[in-house]
């Protein structure tokens, strides 16, 4: 089976898992155009490479190593949407098909390198998050200065999520902060530097500002900066 | 403050109660200003003691000096530059890291210092005791303990500022990792050539920060040391593959972290930290996504209510009292020393019934939400909403002022953080119907066309609130930040703190607001008796008969309105011989005229508090697109209006 037809599976899978809770057969014969009987077979094969779980009528759902191939392929899809339509000027309705074909045959290299000069951009242009690559940096500023050095960068070990996507009380370490060093300087003056153990307190409803309690005091931060706050392993327990 | 005999200074983080210990320190005879061309609020007290008269300025609350917000850049240059006898650093008990962190930025400013760590008492409920003796050994400087707002430690605090002012010690350098200090080892040597009004190591240690005013500075008698900072900075980088900044902020916090956990002795987790705190329990409610808006809609309807209904009551029966002593005439006739007078006093008379009912009781209210922590709530849960204007959720708050009276409201965007959010809000307050352009809408439209069109033209207003907001956000040049703020715990306010806050910014208007209205309503009035107007008339007609369609006396009255809103209505009443405005004007008319009130420039206060605020430049801008904004309007108004009318 070829790599960009498991990619694109993983994908659909990934979509439908995150709306309906696994994902279908016939749901994802509809989405990618083809019939039942060939999705089972994939699925079959899929499910033997170890990519995803599957049970007959209902529905596959992906594991670790699926969830990370399709991390990996959205952060690439999405990446080219900001390229094509930021860079290239493209309709912003043509983009999303024009990245689905292209987001098979570009490596983690280019990968990395539209990310550097597209300022690690956040969002989309249609507004879905765009996850931070698995590099050991502290900040965007450190993968400039590596992209200009030539340095090695060690490869996380350990996957990281943004701030946001913590539950209240759950309590982290700051890995990675994704941005504008301004913002970054800002953060840390108040205490939000690397390795310091921050936890969430309480978020407010439509997307506003965060609250986190970090060094004993509590900040409220606008949603924007805070899911770009990047924390490792998330446990549970006081800060 | 005039013939002090010592200038102290106090600094530190916001919400630490650095406030308080200045009311605690100085008496009632404070100052509140600006900082010199600086949107920052200044305050500033008297301290006497054992027959010294020592000048206390409080420094505007921050957190670092490494943003180069204004705020820190007046914080910075007025200890280095001032140098200040004593300054004073004033930090929270309950967050020792993030206060030392900037304790340790003041120690490289090499001032005669002082640690006030307060609020100990609510450290305490937290289970958290700080030993102050190895602190002070720690750090090389005194502490002092204190609960300022029982006044306790207050003694021994000014008894340690005495002894400092006399012995100005220099407090110990502290030195951090081996790779930060080896440059500013290069860089130090090399300074002594160079004659700056800073210390030397601090110099060293900017210059590897990169910071833009002293590469400035030293750059102008010697380049080559700028060139060779800035290479090391490079290296620092190269190291820790982070900006210097960044690298140096981490730096000082590993040592903040270091003492911290020397000095503060945890209890373990017991009864008293088990139950959640107040703070906690408040924000449950305050921070709830219902009942947290009920809360904030509870506490802005309660102002507006007082704006309309007691405010205005307040308003309406103090001119009442005064119209006893004199009445406005805008036809007077008689000797100019009458005429003169007429006008002055008319201008006292607003004044009066502008402070009394609106200004002190906003100030008040803003005071206590200030003080108590529940305005930070505020603005939490209005964020999102002011993103449509460009702004964040502390905007908020001039803009409920500005339905009161857009004086103080303008004074209100001090709070915002950067110049541009500042300006931004203060243009979009001037917008805001206050009290005085609600009386014009609802003396012309509400009353003698209907009140739905008086309500239309408040929804219209509000809608040109947003759209304005955008244009001007995309126009108005500079950088806009989003919102990251510090969540104090709630306490009861400090009545004394209230109080003093409310009188001194009181009194810093009225010596804008009175003047402005007695001189510039004696001027028109004078005009007036001079013949002076009529030509005006005659000169405005193109505007006012052909282009918004109404009747030529207008331009009078709108220039009335300079001087105040509602002046608009009296002047119109005497000239028409009648306040039946039905009878001698169309409903058209009617609603095109309270539109161009509403929209053209504020009055002859507020272009003042602009000024004063922002400078003549902006506030005429301010007051120019106003102006066309309101005739462009009015006029599409005029046309569109007659054609369903």
């Not at chain 1, 039942?36 to 594991?63: C, H, M, N, W």
């Not at chain 2, 007025?78 to 930090?91: K, M, R, S, T, Y």
């Not at chain 2, 910014?505 to 009225?510: A, N």
């Amino acid at each position: 089976m070829a790599q960009e037809q498991v990619e694109e599976y993983i994908e659909a899978i990934y979509d439908l898992e995150s709306r309906d809770g696994s994902a279908k057969t016939t749901a994802i014969a509809k989405c990618l155009h083809v019939a039942p009987a060939s999705v089972t077979e994939v699925l079959k094969s899929l499910s033997d490479k170890g990519f995803i779980q599957y049970e007959p009528y209902r529905g596959a759902t992906l594991t670790y190593e699926g969830k990370e191939i399709a991390d990996t392929i959205k952060r690439k899809h999405r990446l080219l949407e900001v390229f094509l339509a930021d860079v290239l000027k493209l309709n912003r309705e043509k983009v999303h098909d024009e990245a689905c074909r292209m987001e098979h045959t570009i490596s983690g290299e280019t990968e990395n390198a539209l990310c550097r000069m597209l300022d690690a951009p956040a969002h989309c242009p249609h507004g879905s998050p765009i996850i931070p690559c698995n590099k050991g940096v502290g900040s965007c500023a450190e993968c400039d200065g590596a992209g200009k050095t030539d340095m090695p960068v060690a490869i996380r070990d350990k996957k990281i999520i943004p701030i946001t996507e913590l539950v209240p009380e759950q309590k982290g370490q700051i890995a990675f902060i994704r941005g504008d060093y301004k913002v970054v300087q800002r953060l840390s003056d108040l205490g939000l530097t690397l390795g310091t153990s921050v936890s969430v307190m309480r978020k407010t409803p439509m997307d506003g500002p965060v609250e986190i309690l970090v060094r004993r005091t509590k900040l409220a931060i606008d949603h924007a900066i805070a899911e770009n706050i990047f924390i490792e392993s998330p446990g549970t327990g006081n800060v | 403050m005039k013939n002090a005999d010592y200038t102290i200074a106090l600094a530190g983080n916001a919400n630490v109660g650095k406030s308080v210990i200045f009311n605690q320190l100085t008496g009632v005879d404070q100052i509140i200003g600006n900082w010199p061309g600086k949107t920052v609020e200044r305050a500033e007290g008297l301290l006497l003691h054992s027959g010294k008269r020592i000048r206390v300025i409080d420094l505007p609350g921050i957190y670092s000096f490494s943003t180069f917000s204004m705020e820190e850049l007046v914080s910075r240059d007025f200890i280095a530059l001032e140098h200040p006898d004593a300054v004073i650093n004033v930090i929270d008990a309950s967050a020792l890291e993030r206060n030392l962190f900037f304790t340790i930025q003041l120690l490289e400013l090499a001032p005669p210092l002082l640690i006030a760590v307060n609020q100990i008492d609510l450290a305490e409920k937290k289970g958290i005791t700080i030993d102050t003796k190895k602190l002070s050994a720690l750090l090389g400087v005194p502490v002092v303990p204190t609960i300022a707002i029982r006044g306790k430690g207050i003694a021994d605090l000014t008894d340690a500022i005495t002894s400092l002012m006399q012995d100005h010690p220099v407090p110990p350098v502290l030195y951090y990792g081996k790779e930060i200090e080896e440059r500013i080892a290069k860089i130090v040597p090399r300074l002594s050539k160079v004659t700056t009004p800073y210390p030397v190591r601090w110099t060293a240690m900017k210059l590897l920060e990169r910071d833009s005013s002293i590469m400035q500075v030293v750059s102008e008698q010697d380049l080559g040391i700028v060139t060779t900072a800035g290479l090391l900075a490079g290296e620092i980088e190269s190291i820790h593959g982070e900006p210097v900044c960044v690298v140096m902020s981490a730096e000082r916090y590993q040592i903040a972290d270091r003492v911290a956990t020397e000095v503060i002795t945890m209890r373990t987790p017991g009864e008293g930290l088990q139950k959640k705190s107040l703070t906690d329990r408040l924000d449950a409610v305050a921070l709830h996504p219902i009942l947290g808006y009920l809360a904030v809609i509870a506490v802005l309807g309660g102002l507006l209510v007082w704006t309309f209904i007691i405010g205005a009551q307040v308003s309406a029966f103090l001119a009442e009292f005064l119209s006893q002593f004199e009445q406005y005439e805008p036809v007077i006739t008689g000797p100019l020393m009458d005429i003169l007078w007429n006008g002055a006093f008319t201008g006292f008379t607003a004044g009066v019934t502008l402070v009394i009912p609106y200004v002190l009781p906003f100030y008040l209210l803003l005071a206590v939400m200030e003080d108590s922590g529940y305005l930070t709530r505020i603005s939490v849960m209005l964020d999102r909403g002011m993103h449509k204007l460009g702004l964040h959720g502390k905007a908020i708050i001039p803009m409920i002022l500005g339905y009161g009276c857009n004086v103080p409201a303008i004074y209100a965007c001090r709070i915002m953080e950067t110049p541009k959010q500042k300006t931004l809000a203060a243009f979009l307050v001037t917008l805001v119907p206050c009290t005085a352009r609600t009386v014009v809408i609802l003396g012309l439209v509400a009353a003698f066309v209907n009140i739905w069109w008086a309500l239309a033209l408040y929804a219209f207003d509000i809608l040109l609130i947003l759209v304005a907001g955008r244009i001007a956000f995309k126009a108005v040049p500079g950088e806009s930040v989003g919102l990251i703020m510090e969540m104090p715990d709630y306490h009861v306010p400090s009545l004394s703190v209230v109080l003093k806050q409310t009188w001194t910014r009181t009194k810093s208007l009225i010596w804008i607001v009175f003047p402005a209205y007695i001189i510039g309503s004696a001027i028109i009035q004078g005009f007036y008796a001079a013949g002076l107007l009529n030509p005006v008339n005659d000169l405005l007609s193109p505007v006012t008969v052909l282009w918004l369609g109404l009747p030529a006396v207008i331009g009078i009255t709108l220039i009335f309105g300079i001087v105040r809103k509602e002046l608009t209505i009296l002047t119109l009443a005497v000239i028409f011989h009648t306040t039946n405005f039905g009878a001698v004007m169309s409903p058209v008319q009617l609603i095109v005229l309270a539109l161009v009130s509403m929209l053209y420039i504020p009055c002859i206060s507020v272009i003042l508090v602009l000024a004063s605020e922002f400078g003549w430049k902006k506030a005429l801008a301010i007051s120019a697109t106003e102006i066309v904004m309101a005739i462009a309007l009015g006029g599409i108004a005029f046309r569109v209006l007659s054609l369903v009318m």
